[in-house]
C-alpha cells in the first residue's frame, strides 16, 4: 500500500533552516508529481510546492518563492523541502502528497509540525 513518512520537522528561531523529508513506498515513485501542502493553526489547507516527476519542473506559492526549495531522489523515494529564512507566519503542519492527476491529491502524509519562534 502506499505510504508517505515525514520527517524533520521541529522548533526554530525565525531566520533558521530545517530540512523536511517524505519517504514514498508502495508506488512507482519516480512516475510522479509530489507536493507540499501546510495547515497553519486555525486555517485550511495551503498548497506550497510541487515538483515533476523527474524533478526538472518546480512551482512554488509566493510566499515561500527563495526561501524553500523542493527536490526530489527517486534512486531513494524520497521528497524532501529545504526551507531557509524561516518566519513566524511558517509554523504549520506540513504534509507530503502524492499527486493523483488532473491536480488533486490522492495520499498524503502523516504530516510533520514545524515551529517558527524565538
Known amino acids: 500500500q502506499v505510504q508517505l513518512v515525514e520527517s524533520g520537522g521541529g522548533l526554530v528561531q525565525p531566520g533558521g533552516s530545517l530540512r523536511l523529508s517524505c519517504a514514498a513506498s508502495?508506488?512507482?515513485?519516480?512516475?510522479?508529481?509530489m507536493n507540499w501542502v501546510r495547515q497553519a493553526p486555525g486555517k485550511g489547507l495551503e498548497w506550497v510546492s510541487s515538483?515533476?516527476?523527474?524533478?526538472?519542473?518546480?512551482y512554488y506559492v509566493d510566499s515561500v518563492e527563495g526561501r524553500f526549495t523542493i527536490s526530489r531522489d527517486n534512486g531513494k523515494n524520497t521528497l524532501y523541502f529545504e526551507m531557509n529564512s524561516l518566519k513566524p507566519e511558517d509554523t504549520a503542519v506540513y504534509y507530503c502528497?502524492?499527486?493523483?492527476?488532473?491536480?488533486?491529491?490522492?495520499?498524503w502524509g502523516q504530516g510533520t509540525q514545524v515551529t517558527v519562534s524565538s
Open positions: 515538483i515533476n516527476s523527474d524533478g526538472e519542473i518546480t
Open positions: 508502495g508506488f512507482t515513485f519516480g512516475s510522479y508529481w
Open positions: 502528497a502524492k499527486g493523483g492527476g488532473a491536480g488533486e491529491y490522492d495520499y
